[in-house]
């Protein structure tokens, strides 16, 4: 990633200066988790300009917050929660009406294994093809690394329904890379 020298960790004093209407330490605060907010709502809206503005959105929100703020645990917590939800929001507005082919869906973030690119790309448009609701809790999962419990308290569901939600889509999703291996043999 191009510039991540400038990536800082956010402490105490940088939440608090923020808060004070330091717009440097803001700066930080926003340098420090625009990749994040941004891949959130990438992977979500799958559509680089409305993840962008949604991004935008987010970390105009956060500003107005600011002060409601505790600790830079509560502050990454809260950036998730947000752009969970603005991309909720998103397809509540949408209804549904934006369909995107996938061929068209953008590659996560994460890391590919640089052994096996075709079944990196074949994941990536497997969970591009999932319900909304249900790549949200998988980008969380496995992208953001959170566990079910951060992600029930992210979501608003109970931490159960979080675990079996993602079991299911595993399992989905396993049955669908297997049914592929099937007929390209």
Not at 13 to 19: D, N, P
Not at 84 to 110: M, N, W
Not at 119 to 139: E, G, N, Q
């Amino acid at each position: 990633m191009a510039g991540a020298e400038n990536i800082v960790e956010i402490d105490q004093s940088t939440l608090e200066r923020a808060r004070e209407n330091d717009q440097a330490a803001f700066a930080a605060i926003v340098r420090r988790h625009q990749a994040m907010v941004y891949s959130i709502a990438n992977n979500m809206l799958r559509d680089r300009d409305s993840a962008e503005e949604l991004a935008q959105e987010v970390f105009l929100q956060l500003y107005r917050n600011l002060d409601k703020l505790e600790s830079p645990a509560h502050l990454t917590f809260w950036l998730r929660r947000t752009t969970s939800h603005r991309c909720i929001d998103f397809f509540r507005r949408s209804h549904g009406r934006k369909q995107i082919s996938l061929d068209e869906a953008p590659e996560l973030s994460v890391e590919a294994n640089p052994g096996d690119p075709l079944l990196s790309s074949l994941l990536r448009r497997l969970v591009a093809s999932l319900p909304d609701k249900t790549r949200l809790l998988i980008t969380l999962r496995f992208q953001e690394d959170l566990p079910p419990s951060e992600i029930a308290e992210i979501v608003g569901m109970p931490v159960n329904t979080v675990k079996s939600q993602l079991q299911r889509t595993l399992v989905l999703l396993g049955e669908k890379l297997s049914n592929l291996e099937k007929v390209a043999v």
